[in-house]
C-alpha cells in the first residue's frame, strides 16, 4: 500500500535553515514534487526530484533518496514570507501516476 | 497567461441545492485536476482528465458529484444535491502532459472555489 510521512508542523527562526524531511511507501516510484501553500492560497509548485541527490533553486533545495524512500525539503535564510504548509507528494505507478499528497507541513516562522 | 481561472471563489448554499464550480485550463494544458482540501481529510484528488477524457474518477465521493470537459479549456464540477459535508475548498489544477508521458507533469491550481453548504 501506499503511505507518507512529514513533520505536522516545525518551527524556526527567521533567517535560519530548516529541513522539512519527507518519508514515502509507494509502488512503482517514479518522482517525488514538492508544493508549497500558503494559508488561503492554493498550492504552488517548489521542485521536483526523479533522481537522487539535489536540486537547488534559489533559497530552496530539495533532495532525494530512492534507495531509501527518503526527501527532504531545504530552506535557508528563512523570511516571514516562507510561513506556510509545505506538502511532499511522490508520483508513483500505484498512484496511476499521479500525485499522492499527505497532510503537509505547516512551517511556523519566529523572528 | 492568466493562470487557471475557477468560478465562483465563495459559494453559499443550503442542502439540497445544486452547486456547479467552474475552470479555465491554462491556454495549452491538456490535463485537468480536481482537488478538494478540507482540514479534517487535507487535499483529496477527486478525477483528471486527459486530452478531455476522464481518466480516474475514483476519487469522486459518490454519484451527486459529476464532471465534465465540454471543451480542452473548460471543465465543471457539479453537486447536486449538495449537503454540509460538502463544504471545502475546492481546486482545479492544470498541467501539459506530453504524448507518451514520462515525468512528473507541473500542476498549476487555481485560487480555489470555497464552497460552504448550509
Known amino acids: 500500500g501506499q503511505s507518507l510521512e512529514q513533520p505536522s508542523e516545525v518551527t524556526a527562526v527567521e533567517g535560519a535553515i530548516v529541513q522539512i524531511n519527507c518519508t514515502y511507501q509507494?509502488?512503482?516510484?517514479?518522482?517525488l514534487s514538492w508544493y508549497q501553500q500558503h494559508d488561503g492560497g492554493a498550492p504552488t509548485f517548489l521542485s521536483y526530484n526523479a533522481l537522487d541527490g539535489l536540486e537547488e533553486t534559489g533559497r530552496f533545495s530539495s533532495f532525494l533518496s530512492r534507495s531509501d524512500s527518503y526527501g527532504y525539503l531545504l530552506l535557508q535564510e528563512l523570511q516571514m514570507k516562507d510561513s506556510a504548509s509545505y506538502f511532499c507528494a511522490p508520483e508513483a505507478m500505484d498512484s496511476n501516476y499521479q500525485l499522492i499528497w499527505g497532510a503537509g507541513t505547516k512551517l511556523i516562522i519566529k523572528p | 497567461d492568466a493562470g487557471v481561472i475557477q468560478s465562483p471563489r465563495h459559494e453559499v448554499t443550503e442542502m439540497g441545492q445544486e452547486v456547479t464550480l467552474r475552470c479555465k485550463l491554462i491556454s495549452g494544458h491538456n490535463s485537468l485536476f480536481w482537488y478538494r482540501q478540507t482540514m479534517m481529510r487535507g487535499l483529496e484528488l477527486l478525477i483528471y482528465?486527459?486530452?478531455?477524457?476522464?481518466?480516474?474518477d475514483s476519487g469522486m465521493p459518490e454519484d451527486r458529484f459529476s464532471a465534465k470537459m465540454p471543451n480542452a479549456s473548460f471543465s465543471t464540477l457539479k453537486i447536486q444535491p449538495s449537503e454540509p459535508r460538502d463544504s471545502a475548498v475546492y481546486f482545479c489544477?492544470?498541467?501539459?502532459?506530453?504524448?507518451?508521458?514520462?515525468?512528473?507533469?507541473?500542476?498549476?491550481f487555481g485560487p480555489g472555489t470555497r464552497l460552504t453548504v448550509l
Open positions: 482528465f486527459n486530452n478531455n477524457v476522464p481518466i480516474d
Open positions: 489544477a492544470s498541467s501539459f502532459s506530453p504524448p507518451g508521458g514520462g515525468g512528473v507533469d507541473t500542476q498549476y
Open positions: 509507494t509502488s512503482g516510484f517514479y518522482g
